[in-house]
């Protein structure tokens, strides 16, 4: 059974869904998505006797706005380290997207709260700024970052036609897929007030190198990863091209060991297009990863 439960930072509160008992995992959905949208991976674990637990990121509901505006990677990690300090560290982390992004950064800021990783559509990003230079279709496909730093325009442009830039998004990324009752969740979440805008906000700090946050985050992301690892691409994926995982994967990156696998019919959203290969992957993963305590 599927509860509905808040993981609270500070005076934010992040609504999460939370399925099982058992080893806690940590589900981290990225953009345009929501915490909803585990659903296929919250039964999953459960029923094969893990604690899922999926929240809702910094900005992606109205209870846990940034009041301070920070919507920095060092925010997002410390978020999800946090979580996993209320959950009693030994958790299984899995991330998709920005989730993906934000599970390297706190698996490698503290890796005595994590038992593995398990990252999404993103491949690792140690090596990923110079990667993106040498796969030349990737800087067309990452167009849409400098687009989204943009002030006000990105969000006229998203809301639309009741968000129809959402399902353009949505439509491009995982080609050949309709995101049904998945894509209504993601405009729902992003149509409550001020959350396009958070989101969005994590691409216009991307920039912003001089900041202390920013310099923390790059700390973070050049070390080595101490947990074992497993990276997942959908091979048909619109926003990242798999051939980013030929200059991203590096064994000496991975102190732990670190999996990779394509899959095939898939595209960006792959948990959700194709739930059964995932969740079996996953699944074999976090077994073969018991907690450390």
Not at 28 to 47: E, S, T, V
Not at 158 to 187: F, H, M, T, V, Y
Request: net charge neutral; with cysteine; glycine share 8%.
């Amino acid at each position: 059974m599927v509860k509905q439960v808040e993981l609270v930072r500070g005076d934010m509160r992040f609504p999460a869904l939370m399925c099982g008992d058992g080893e806690p995992v940590l589900l981290l959905h990225g953009f345009p998505d929501c915490h909803q949208n585990w659903a296929p991976q919250l039964h999953a674990l459960a029923a094969a006797g893990y604690c899922a637990v999926a929240p809702a990121m910094r900005g992606y509901a109205p209870s846990c706005l940034a009041l301070d505006g920070d919507y920095s990677l060092r925010a997002a990690a410390e978020d999800i380290c946090g979580f996993a300090a209320q959950l009693g560290g030994a958790v299984h982390l899995v991330g998709h997207d920005w989730g993906a992004a934000v599970g390297y950064l706190a698996a490698a800021r503290s890796p005595e709260l994590f038992s593995s990783l398990t990252a999404l559509a993103i491949p690792p990003i140690k090596r990923l700024p110079k990667a993106v230079l040498r796969v030349p279709e990737q800087l067309l496909l990452s167009a849409y970052m400098e687009f989204f730093q943009l002030p006000l325009v990105p969000e006229w442009t998203l809301r639309r036609d009741n968000l129809s830039g959402i399902e353009w998004l949505w439509r491009r990324w995982s080609p050949g897929w309709d995101g049904g009752e998945a894509l209504a969740n993601a405009r729902r979440t992003l149509a409550q007030p001020g959350v396009l805008t958070a989101a969005l906000n994590w691409y216009r700090h991307l920039p912003r190198f001089w900041t202390p946050a920013h310099k923390e985050a790059r700390r973070w992301m050049a070390r080595s990863i101490e947990v074992p690892t497993l990276v997942m691409l959908g091979r048909k994926d619109g926003c990242m091209s798999p051939r980013l995982l030929e200059h991203t994967v590096n064994e000496r990156d991975f102190l732990a060991g670190v999996q990779v696998e394509t899959v095939a019919d898939a595209g960006h959203f792959l948990h959700l297009e194709r739930p059964e290969r995932i969740n079996s992957l996953l699944l074999s993963h976090l077994a073969a990863s018991p907690p450390l305590r």
